[in-house]
């Protein structure tokens, strides 16, 4: 069971969260995140100590909830299967939030990377961690001869996830799912296997 | 040759479209541009009544340069050479700013398709028409005979712009040009021809 304490800090993580995706980290001022948390300022302080603080602490959160979701998604009867399932849930995940805020780590990525290397270590970790994931169901698949792709693992790999994040951007401008499943179709080409 | 208005108004579009590349648009205030540009504020408002006026007119300003740096790169002894092409082409406009800012639009439609319906239109139709351009050669290409993918021309165009704006987003995470350059290569492998 959770604390008080621990209570709160949950809550003001959410709630951040939210106005992070939404507007941007710099954007959001902390009276705003006090409006939606309804936490008083001091308290606030207590368990983040600034907005850089509540930043990195969001993105971690968000981080450690998106590798979960990629661990429960990438399943399947073989490693081909497993990669396109994670795909499709990553899919389902935006199409939930009806395209609104997109990938957090994308947002994080073009706003923050530029000027200030904590948020950018994050995002760095992020993305490579979740390549290395993909990449061991490539190795995977090919060394069982179901991917016999042109394309090195680790770059194929790295192109999954960049038309994905593309996509969640285009379905975002658009507010419609076409971009992000035009580009699991496309991604679904890529990994067929080449004869 | 240009009057001493107009030169004024090309230097402000120039200078803000720097800051608003690299920091973004909702944290960039009117008294960094002022700085930026050495212009006066009333000579600023003279020419852009608002922010919101100023970031517009960036916007055109880059969608217009981009245009004309999309029609000059898709040349080519093909169409499917032509696609290729602009691709490189946007790559290296991406690598000689050391892939600091990276993609203007890209940016834009994650800080403010949300938020402001003026931003979100120029931005859907910038990708429309990228899209529409691609997609055009790559029915010219399937009519030819030289493209045979599974997957249908609107669908594929799309694919190729969200892999190049994810591509251009994870060359901007690493600082490096590795991430455009693999889903320049997964770009290639989609526009093969299918046996």
Request: with cysteine; aromatic share 6%.
């Amino acid at each position: 069971m959770q604390t008080k304490g621990q209570e709160t800090r949950h809550h003001i993580l959410k709630e951040s969260r939210k106005l992070f995706t939404r507007q941007g980290f710099r954007t959001t001022s902390i009276s705003e995140i006090i409006t939606a948390t309804g936490v008083k300022k001091g308290n606030l302080y207590y368990h983040f100590p600034s907005k850089e603080e509540l930043g990195l602490a969001v993105l971690v959160d968000v981080r450690d909830e998106f590798f979960i979701l990629l661990d429960d998604s990438l399943i399947g009867e073989n490693p081909i299967v497993k990669v396109l399932n994670s795909c499709n849930a990553i899919m389902g995940m935006m199409e939930q939030n009806n395209f609104v805020g997109g990938c957090l780590f994308g947002n994080t990525a073009l706003e923050m990377t530029d000027s200030n290397s904590r948020f950018g270590r994050i995002i760095q970790e992020v993305f490579s961690q979740w390549k290395s994931r993909i990449e061991r169901e490539l190795r995977q698949a090919s060394g069982a001869g179901l991917l016999t792709s042109p394309i090195p693992a680790n770059a194929l790999a790295t192109a999954i996830i960049a038309t994905l994040e593309g996509g969640i951007m285009l379905s975002r401008v658009y507010k419609n799912k076409n971009g992000i499943e035009d580009c699991i179709l496309a991604i679904r080409v890529l990994l067929e296997k080449q004869e």
